[in-house]
């Protein structure tokens, strides 16, 4: 049930209409068709969480529903559970998105005198994305809603008035379309002087203009077997046939529209110098503006600019002689650069809400309004090396970067403001580290090369101010909360403490919750930190042997440090109930408490209770089963080793080929033959989400040929 259809176009001419002005065109096109799932129906994480034992059709060869928990129904009393089947659901559930994309660009060059050249680059591209998602009245999505199975009750019966939806489901659909025009002009003057002086100048002017339109509906009593119509839910419904309940968000749906507009101007110039091919100096600047800061004309614009210098060591005379070295440079630079975030506006945003208690319309803020707030702003230094010797068997680059950053964050507000986050100024974020990437031949003949490629880098982050904050456990776990001292991917677990002996409760040490006020509005008081969950070094390793026409190549990638949380050992809902017959469940609960004496030998809590086990934490009442999935013990280490990619390519011999082509190639590759990884996340892919699928491996045979 999950389809995806791409077909891609793209087309590239160069005119040169006479010596001095040439002009080069680009033309690209694609459309993309996706058949997909909606509305909790993944068939992965159903085989993932579902008992093995349950079929999926009777003796009879029907479908075998089974009962799955859902909400309380409005029609039948004390009915929480309905029939579920996953091929039913992939029958009668479904998501279609249906993209186009298109655009183009010209660009222009024209040689107006000896050293003087005008640029000019023109684009236009345009997308749209046309996306549909729906529930008929046969999936349990829908069923879960009206409050019993479809044909269950009979016509005009007091649970069709007890229901919300007595007919139809579910439509959804969404239609956005964006359009870009991008304009650069720009002069520039390249002149060499006595052999030994060269100036080159750039001056240019850039405009950026994208508009976003789109509209986004919400529709209930959507049939689609019959004849894609829809039936009108009841103004009222009588919940249990007794009391009376509103139902116009039912009727009424939902729909909005999304209007916005992004300007930004920039203007540019640049100077270079260099001497006799040995040093070089680089000058530049932008003067940016954008249409986000409208109300502080102060903050409309940004001027940022940078400053940059290269020895170019291989040209000096002392060096000339030494055969072993092609080339070195040294390079510094130092810029100061702006962005404007997108996602902030100086007005406020709401939109209308039905208040039902009082019969009348509302407004609930989106977003508040930031008139103040202007653009991020970034110092970067950097110092670099780049050299190649052994007449290219040996190339390498090493560069060093630091980074202090004045960055907008999201902080807890006062409730009074309708939101309960804000975005401010005042944090200070700074990174530094390194890039190396290296290149040796090891071997090379006529007929045999042997290539390898070592790339790697390191990044060190931290907050080095930030303002107060009102921040959860939720956040603290999750690698977001931005610290002061602390790595900006940092993240904090709750201290395991052992089972309780009584009935093998999780329990935890939360002492610094006791009479500390700092507690009430952040969780790390009484959590453990646990590192980061971004790795210390990243690392990629390829090697290439190709003899004749015969290719064989690797490519590895290595993590070391970080940390992340496993899969959760209890129910992601965190509805802390007890397993029931239909669950499938991690094989670590055989090891679980069962009895007093357990909590000697284990670390894996009993079977949670309906609804119980619970601590009071400053932010209230919250679960310990859901606590333990993120505990301590729950966080591995997640370092690996990655085979990327495995491939053999294998180019025909001409004399085969030469009567019908010009060139053939073979080529087999498969991606992801292994991994090496902590034994602790079961096969799963350490480098995303925990829960995910388990590593996946595709094999390819592709043909190539030329004419």
């Not at 709750?494 to 009479?515: D, I, R, V």
């Not at 969780?523 to 790795?535: C, E, I, S, V």
């Not at 080529?667 to 992801?672: D, I, K, Q, T």
Request: proline share 4%; charged share 20%.
């Amino acid at each position: 049930g999950n389809n995806l259809a791409q077909f891609t176009v793209a087309s590239n001419t160069t005119v040169k209409l006479w010596q001095q002005l040439t002009v080069n065109m680009t033309v690209n096109g694609s459309t993309r068709k996706v058949d997909g799932f909606a509305y909790g129906v993944d068939p992965f994480s159903y085989a993932y969480s579902t008992s093995r034992v349950i079929p999926c059709y009777d003796e009879d060869g029907f479908l075998f529903y089974h009962e799955k928990s859902g909400r309380n129904s409005d029609a039948v009393m004390n009915k929480a559970t309905y029939n579920y089947n996953i091929l039913n659901e992939k029958t009668h559930t479904g998501s279609f998105n249906n993209t186009r994309t298109w655009g183009a660009t010209f660009d222009l060059r024209w040689q107006l005198f000896e050293d003087l050249e005008y640029q000019g680059m023109f684009s236009y591209s345009s997308s749209s994305s046309d996306t549909k998602k729906y529930a008929a009245e046969h999936s349990y999505y829908i069923s879960e809603i009206r409050g019993y199975e479809y044909g269950t009750v009979a016509p005009n019966s007091v649970e069709t008035t007890s229901t919300p939806l007595p007919m139809g489901g579910l439509l959804e659909t969404d239609l956005t379309n964006v359009s870009t025009i991008t304009t650069r002009n720009a002069l520039v003057y390249n002149k060499l002087f006595d052999a030994k002086h060269r100036i080159t100048l750039q001056a240019g002017i850039e405009t950026n203009s994208s508009k976003t339109k789109g509209d986004t509906n919400t529709r209930w009593g959507y049939m689609p077997d019959r004849g894609e119509t829809f039936a009108i839910p009841p103004t009222v419904y009588y919940q249990y046939g007794q009391y009376s309940r509103d139902n116009i968000s039912k009727v009424s749906g939902e729909h909005t529209v999304l209007n916005r507009v992004e300007n930004t101007l920039s203007e540019y110039a640049m100077a270079v110098y260099a001497y006799d091919d040995r040093y070089v100096l680089n000058l530049s600047g932008r003067f940016d503006a954008s249409n986000r800061f409208g109300q502080d004309k102060n903050k409309r614009f940004q001027p940022t600019w940078s400053a940059g210098l290269k020895w170019r060591v291989v040209n000096e005379h002392f060096l000339w002689k030494h055969w072993w070295l092609n080339n070195l440079d040294i390079y510094g630079s130092y810029g100061y650069q702006g962005n404007a975030v997108s996602s902030v506006s100086p007005e406020l945003i709401t939109t209308d809400v039905y208040e039902y208690l009082y019969n009348s319309y509302g407004l609930e803020i989106v977003s508040l309004p930031y008139p103040d707030l202007g653009w991020e702003k970034t110092k970067t230094w950097n110092v670099g090396i780049d050299a190649a010797f052994l007449d290219g068997r040996v190339n390498f680059n090493f560069n060093w970067f630091k980074k202090i950053s004045d960055v907008l964050s999201s902080k807890g507000v006062a409730l009074e403001n309708g939101v309960a986050n804000g975005v401010v100024s005042g944090s200070t974020m700074e990174n530094s580290g390194y890039d190396f990437v290296i290149n040796v031949i090891p071997v090379r003949t006529k007929d045999f090369v042997w290539s390898v490629s070592f790339n790697t880098s390191k990044n060190y982050n931290k907050l080095t101010s930030e303002l107060a904050s009102n921040e959860s456990w939720q956040v603290a776990k999750s690698g977001t909360l931005h610290k002061k001292g602390y790595p900006v991917s940092g993240f904090w677990a709750f201290e395991f403490a052992g089972l309780s002996a009584e009935n093998g409760n999780p329990k935890f040490n939360l002492s610094g919750m006791e009479n500390n006020i700092l507690a009430e509005t952040d969780a790390t008081q009484y959590m453990k930190y646990m590192g980061k969950l971004d790795p210390d070094l990243t690392a990629g390793l390829s090697t290439s042997f190709r003899y004749k026409t015969l290719t064989l190549s690797a490519s590895f990638n290595v993590q070391l440090g970080g940390k992340k949380f496993l899969a959760p050992m209890f129910d992601s809902d965190m509805t802390n109930t007890t397993p029931n017959e239909y669950n499938n469940l991690p094989k670590d609960l055989v090891k679980r408490w069962r009895k007093p004496g357990d909590e000697k030998n284990t670390n894996i809590p009993s079977l949670p209770e309906y609804r119980r086990a619970s601590i009071e934490l400053p932010s209230g009442s919250d679960l310990l089963y859901r606590m333990y999935n993120f505990s301590d013990i729950r966080v591995a280490k997640a370092s690996f080793l990655r085979c990327n990619n495995i491939s053999l390519d294998y180019n025909l011999p001409s004399s085969l080929v030469s009567k019908f082509a010009q060139n053939v190639g073979l080529s087999f590759s498969v991606s992801n033959p292994f991994i090496i990884v902590s034994k602790d996340f079961k096969g799963k892919d350490p480098e995303v989400a925990t829960g995910s699928q388990p590593i996946s491996q595709n094999y390819t045979f592709s043909v190539r040929m030329s004419f």
